[in-house]
């Protein structure tokens, strides 16, 4: 089963806190697939992890660039039921944001992005908790602080 972090937003975007947690994924030798809702969010992220500041250097790439086997981060859109049950790369860390959710099987860990100012992401983020428990994963719920991240449960 892989374990799974909640990541509550409060103070930034995941566009602005997605790139130091691939970092962290890079720096532990583990490779990142990134789901998003749509085609136009992976161009969004696309544009925005090869502008990070920090780290200046996140390897990625997506189905218009091709040679998923290349890339250390993969970033994906696809209706649920075309989503592959392992990452064109071969990553063991998982990412979800906007309210996606897939298969798990197969991944080390994984990371559910979600906006704390919208009330219906944090609803549906509830839903995804109480099913995932129910399902024996371990979760962690972390909460963005003025400091960075505190880890609540």
């Known amino acids: 089963m892989a374990e799974i972090g909640f990541y509550h937003l409060t103070r930034s975007s995941a566009e602005q806190a997605l790139p130091r947690l691939l970092g962290r994924t890079l720096e532990a030798g583990r490779r990142a697939l990134v789901l998003c809702r749509d085609e136009a969010r992976v ?8 502008k990070a500041p920090d780290p200046v250097w996140l390897p990625h790439g997506s189905a218009k660039l091709g040679h998923a086997a ?20 071969a990553a063991s860390y998982l990412f979800l ?3 996606v959710t897939t298969r798990l099987d197969g991944y080390e ?4 992005l ?10 549906t983020a509830r839903q995804r908790w109480s099913g995932l428990k129910t399902a024996g994963h371990t979760l962690a719920y972390w909460r963005q602080d003025t400091k960075g991240w505190t880890r609540a449960g």
């Open 114 to 123: 979600f906006d704390g100012s919208d009330e219906q992401a944090v609803a």
């Open 97 to 99: 944001l906007d309210g």
């Open 109 to 112: 860990r994984a990371f559910d």
């Open 70 to 89: 290349l890339q250390p981060i993969w970033i994906a859109a696809a209706p649920e039921a075309d989503r592959p049950a392992q990452a064109p790369n």
């Open 43 to 50: 161009q969004a992220l696309d544009d925005s992890l090869w």
